[in-house]
C-alpha cells in the first residue's frame, strides 16, 4: 500500500520561509512516477503548486516561480517544497501526491496517491 506523510507547514509571518517534505513508501523506486505539490485554500479548488518527475524536471504554477522550489530523495522517494518569500495568499492545506507514469500536467485527477496535508498559514 503506497502511504505519503507531509510535514514542515505551520504559520510564518509574509516574507518568511518553510520547508514541506513528504515521504513515500509502499512504492517500488524503480517505476517511473511523478510527485507533486497541491494546495487548497477555504473556499477554493485545489491547485497544482508544483511537480517533479523521476528524471528530475519540474514544472511550477505561475504564482509560484521564483519563491518556491521542489526537490526530491529518489532512493528514499521523498519530496520537498522550499517556500521563500511566503504571502498571505499562500496560506493553504498543502498535499504530496504521487501517479505513476511520467508528469503529464498539474490537474489533480490524474494522481491518485494522497497524504493527508499540511497547514501552511501565512500572516501579513
Known amino acids: 500500500e503506497v502511504q505519503l506523510v507531509e510535514s514542515g507547514g505551520g504559520s510564518v509571518q509574509a516574507g518568511g520561509s518553510l520547508r514541506l517534505s513528504c515521504a513515500a513508501s509502499?512504492?517500488?523506486?524503480?517505476?517511473?512516477?511523478?510527485m507533486g505539490w497541491f494546495r487548497q485554500a477555504p473556499g477554493k479548488e485545489r491547485e497544482g503548486v508544483a511537480i517533479?518527475?523521476?528524471?528530475?524536471?519540474?514544472t511550477y504554477a505561475d504564482s509560484v516561480k521564483g519563491r518556491f522550489t521542489i526537490s526530491q530523495d529518489n532512493a528514499k522517494i521523498t519530496l520537498y517544497l522550499q517556500m521563500n518569500s511566503l504571502k498571505p495568499e499562500d496560506t493553504a492545506m498543502y498535499y504530496c501526491?504521487?501517479?505513476?507514469?511520467?508528469?503529464?500536467?498539474?490537474?489533480?485527477?490524474?494522481?491518485?496517491?494522497w497524504g493527508q496535508g499540511t497547514q501552511v498559514s501565512v500572516s501579513s
Open positions: 501526491a504521487l501517479r505513476a507514469g511520467g508528469c503529464a500536467n498539474m490537474r489533480d485527477s490524474q494522481y491518485f496517491y
Open positions: 509502499g512504492y517500488t523506486t524503480s517505476l517511473t512516477y511523478c
Open positions: 517533479i518527475n523521476r528524471g528530475g524536471i519540474d
